[in-house]
């Protein structure tokens, strides 16, 4: 066939969806940043590679110090994706490398910047084989197992992230970010007690809280990957019927 003749390829487009911090500076600034510096010293792992948005509101074009905040933070290693509640005309910003903002949103509430020592005894899984886990994970929190299933004898808090090769297993509520499957296995599925998931996502696809059936929210749910879309559906135990003997 000609290639004028030839249709155009199908291209596949995969929706992806990450959580990022919100970081709102306030007076004075100099004060802020030791503040800042304080947390990164007791988790400091906690802002890399993590998306994350500068929250001008509390500061107007006259806050001392303005000028060199935005330096301050790309030294820290703090990668800034949007700036929102400032104007890029303020004279203090003339240096910035301002980034395109980001419109919408939704609030996930507080993020607990946890301690580096909690995140170091996390425990890691052999390869190929289920990681059990018999305590909560705590907003901020990242467990992976990138060859075998999680199971998580307890919640994932809101602003926690649960990542694994195979299946999630959750044996209280899940309010956090499920992504499971995630070296391409859409067979893998997610289990929750209490399904309340911020994202969940099998194989790269995924859906957020808003697109969950609400009435399997709060629910014991599962959430499997049919014909490219996720689909959530209730756990209902197996009924079976009886034998005499």
Known sequence: MPDELRPPPKIRARGRSFLALVLSPEPALADWLLGLDAQIARSSTFFAGKPVILDLSLLDAGTEGLAG???ALRERGIRI???EGGDPSWPACAQWDWPAG???GRASGAVEIPEDTATATAPEAPRGSSMILEQPIRSGQTIMNP???IIIVGSVASGAEVTAGGSIHVYGPLR???IAGMNG??????FAHSMQAELAAIDGYYITAEEI???YVQQPAQIILSNDTLVVQPLVPPTFAGRKT
Not at 185 to 190: E, G, L, V, Y
Request: proline share 12%; no cysteine.
């Open 185 to 190: 296995q859409p067979d893998a599925r997610i």
């Open 81 to 83: 994706i949007g700036i």
């Open 213 to 215: 059936d609400p009435r």
């Open 176 to 178: 956090g970010r499920a």
């Open 102 to 104: 980001f419109m919408g």
């Open 69 to 71: 905040l935005y330096p």
């Open 147 to 149: 060859d075998g299933d």
